[in-house]
Nanobody
Framework: QVQLVESGGGLVQAGGSLRLSCAASGRTLSDGAMGWFRQAPGKEREFVAAITWSKGSTKYADSVKGRFTISRDTAKTTVYLQMNSLKPEDTAVYYC?????????????????WGQGTQVTVSS
């Protein structure tokens, strides 16, 4: 089994920053990849960013390019999402997801492992 636990969400003003963390435990995903998704009220869950554990290759949604940075700490088996220049439209529940394949996947259904989510609220 794989457990993913997100943390770091909260309330921030527009233009501010937050850093989300996703700690992975249980069966290793060390040769795979991790993704961040978000879901706003009444909307579909959408891809935000992804990273491979071994090479650290990354992929971003166009809406967050230049503002968000995904990174990983292989020793801590933790993935981070640094979010800068936050906008009210970034308000959502943010989820991390994992898979054992080293693929930068943008489709939610392709990830078998999910965390419980953390709320990010950006006020205007």
């Amino acid at each position: 089994q794989v457990q993913l636990v997100e943390s770091g969400g909260g309330l921030v003003q527009a233009g501010g920053s937050l850093r989300l963390s996703c700690a992975a435990s249980g069966r290793t995903l060390s040769d795979g990849a991790m993704g961040w998704f978000r879901q706003a009220p009444g909307k579909e869950r959408e891809f935000v960013a992804a990273i491979t554990w071994s090479k650290g290759s990354t992929k971003y949604a166009d809406s967050v390019k230049g503002r968000f940075t995904i990174s990983r700490d292989t020793a801590k088996t933790t993935v981070y999402l640094q979010m800068n220049s936050l906008k009210p439209e970034d308000t959502a529940v943010y989820y991390c997801a994992g898979d054992r394949r080293p693929l930068l996947m943008t489709i939610r259904n392709w990830y078998p492992y999910w965390g419980q989510g953390t709320q990010v609220t950006v006020s205007s």
